[in-house]
């Protein structure tokens, strides 16, 4: 079975500093991997996705994430926060023995001060 | 503009009552799901479906009931046999997972229905 480990559940960060959010799976097969951001009281939205091919992926509002097979990980960055990405972030995974099915980290808060 | 709508965005019931929450998409996606959020727990999968007048159980069935008559809609029926319903319900949508279709790993989801029961 699948799982994934988002190790801070919160994530403390000055306003245009950088910021890395981590994500780490198991998985036995080929994975995809998402990242997904939820603003209070919202639904979520995709902020980026691994299918295949390149490794480090760019996703919507300056974020990026590089897959790394032999750590198992699919850490979130971005070189310079702004206020307004202050949200919730989950990490998700699936592979090709799990249909359509996502397992979600627990989620990380990113909270930007000014 | 295609989307997810939900609603109401937040609910309100006494204990013992049975609750209906709306799910409907224009994507013309196939297979939808419901997800229950609890706060520091992530997305915990409740029920899915691939198609017209076929659902599964998620991990967290028990005390939940769904119907799926419509492509268009998926409505997640909380019951009182639910012990703890107090929670935020998301629904998602994605196209159909044939083998090798690796865009029906990406789901979009509703604005989510905020349920307290008391």
């Known amino acids: 079975a699948q799982s994934v480990t988002q190790l801070d559940s919160q994530v403390p960060v000055f306003e245009e500093a950088p910021v890395e959010l981590r994500c780490n799976y198991s998985s036995s097969v080929s994975v995809y991997l998402f990242w997904y951001v939820q603003y209070p009281n919202q639904g979520l939205q995709l902020l980026l996705k691994?299918?295949?091919?390149?490794?480090l992926v760019k996703g919507i509002n300056g974020f990026e994430a590089e897959f790394n097979k032999s750590q198992t990980s699919f850490h979130l960055r971005k070189p310079s926060v702004h206020i307004s990405d202050t949200a919730e972030y989950f990490c998700?995974?699936?592979?090709?023995?799990?249909?359509?099915?996502?397992?979600f980290g627990g989620g990380t808060r990113l909270m930007v001060k000014p | 503009d295609g989307g997810i709508t939900q609603s109401p965005k937040y609910l309100f019931r006494k204990e013992g009552q049975n609750v209906t929450l709306s799910c409907e998409q224009n994507?013309?996606?196939?297979?939808m799901y419901w997800y229950r959020q609890d706060p520091g727990q992530g997305l915990r999968l409740i029920y899915y479906s691939q198609i017209v007048n076929d659902f599964q159980k998620g991990d967290i069935a028990e005390g939940y009931s769904v119907s799926r008559e419509k492509k268009e809609s998926f409505p997640l029926t909380v019951t009182s046999a639910q012990k703890n319903p107090t929670a935020f319900y998301l629904c998602?949508?994605?196209?159909?997972?044939?083998?090798?279709?690796?865009?029906?790993?990406?789901?979009?989801f509703g604005p989510g229905t905020r349920l307290t029961v008391t």
């Open positions: 691994y299918l295949s091919g390149s490794t």
């Open positions: 998602a949508s994605s196209i159909y997972g044939k083998p090798g279709r690796v865009k029906a790993y990406e789901q979009y």
């Open positions: 994507l013309n996606h196939d297979a």
């Open positions: 998700a995974v699936s592979d090709n023995n799990a249909g359509n099915m996502l397992t």
